[in-house]
């Protein structure tokens, strides 16, 4: 990013597949929600939002990690998502769920039962998979 700041070419900018791929090569979440952060901050500027395939990619890396705000972190981003009209997709709502699972919380199953609730209220258009509603079975 700083690279593509000094040269001053806006043809140069990264893209969302350069952020996404950025994303996923994250060595942890933090770095990840920091990249996210600063490409939600270029938005504000230029009016080109992440892509579904950032939100994806971040969910990816979210759902991977050990740090134990993960699943808040993964329900953000959905709501974020919502905020900014990207509608999500079975991947998102499958990262959710198993950045969840991953939490091994008590709650985790109400929050999956909620999660996965409110996704066929709010998205009708979602086909969730049998997969993502066999997640519920913490």
Known sequence: EDLFDRL???EL???SDIY???VLASPDASQAQGMFS???SRANSSGELPSLGVCNALLQVWSRSNNPVAPQRGENILRWM???SISPDATTFSYIVQTWKRS???NARRNIER???DATSKHPQLILLQVEQSHASV
Do not use: F, Q, V
């Open 8 to 10: 001053g070419n806006d």
């Open 13 to 15: 900018k990264p893209t």
């Open 20 to 22: 996404r791929s950025a």
């Open 38 to 40: 600063r490409m939600e």
């Open 82 to 84: 919502e905020d900014h």
């Open 104 to 106: 091994r919380r008590r």
């Open 115 to 117: 999660l996965l609730a």
